[in-house]
């Protein structure tokens, strides 16, 4: 057997050579960190649930023509993806007052904000992912106006389309984080939607109880992580029914492979 070469290793994904140029392969692990990884742990069972909700999210902003680097999921905890050059950039949409937000200007978590605000963290682990403004992203050329421009365009029809989908299964989608890359042809980049979209990056409530269903449950000792985050597949139409868990069913199919 051959081993794959591995590019990189971030908290929670592995990304792996692709079988072809311009491809990877995006392998969801189980850790989970907090706190810019002060805090460390493992929800058994979250890469595969993450790999199944991504990959859904991905499939239908594809759908309404937002360019993601998502190709197809491979098996349980792998999709293969277009290797994108990642812009330094985590963008925050923010529905809801919680979180850093809340945090910083004093708000009571839970106040629906008057309106949508997109915040700016320059992705450097050394400097614990810093607030920055699109002045910073100029100045030290992390993007172009350009870019910056379809970051922020996209950014909104995904949380448009985010906010519908979860209301649809009456979840409320507080806040989130996207990442964005880019991709050439020939002389030409153009910017396309990276990373996962999950209860990992996400701050999912439900609009009835407001119980959290993310991975807030995990930062804030709440127990019921993977509870959380089946929780969210299951609404999705991701699990079966009759089926308990994703994880139930790789269990069974190792069983019978035994
Ligand atoms: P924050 O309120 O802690 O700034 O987080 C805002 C949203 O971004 C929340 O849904 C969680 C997500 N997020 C990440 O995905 N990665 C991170 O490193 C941080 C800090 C937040």
Not at 8 to 23: D, H, M, Q, R
Not at 197 to 208: A, H, V
Request: hydrophobic fraction near 40%.
């Amino acid at each position: 057997m051959t081993r794959r070469r591995q590019i990189y290793e971030g908290k929670a994904k592995i990304l792996y050579e692709g079988p072809e140029p311009g491809t990877l392969i995006q392998y969801f692990k189980d850790d989970a960190t907090a706190f810019n990884a002060q805090k460390k742990g493992t929800i058994s069972g979250k890469g595969v649930l993450n790999n199944r909700i991504s990959e859904h999210v991905f499939t239908l902003l594809g759908n309404i023509g937002v360019p993601t680097h998502f190709i197809r999921r491979l098996n349980m905890r792998e999709q293969l993806i277009r290797q994108v050059e990642i812009v330094p950039i985590e963008v925050v949409i923010r529905n809801v007052a919680a979180g850093s937000l809340a945090k910083r200007l004093g708000l009571e978590e839970g106040l629906q904000l008057p309106r949508t605000i997109i915040e700016y963290y320059y992705k450097d682990d050394a400097l614990g992912d810093p607030l920055v403004s699109e002045e910073h992203i100029a100045c030290f050329g992390w993007a172009s106006q350009e870019e910056m421009h379809d970051i922020a365009d996209m950014a909104i029809r995904v949380n448009d389309f985010m906010s519908g989908l979860f209301a649809g299964v009456n979840v409320r989608l507080v806040d989130f984080k996207l990442e964005f890359g880019r991709v050439y042809d020939n002389d030409y980049s153009r910017i396309i939607l990276a990373d996962e979209i999950s209860p990992d990056g996400c701050r999912l409530w439900d609009m009835t109880t407001n119980e959290k269903l993310d991975k807030d449950r995990f930062r804030q000792d709440l127990g019921g992580e993977v509870e959380a985050y089946q929780e969210i597949a299951r609404r999705l139409g991701l699990l079966p029914e009759g089926e308990n868990t994703v994880l139930d069913m790789a269990e069974h199919r190792k069983n019978r492979g035994k």
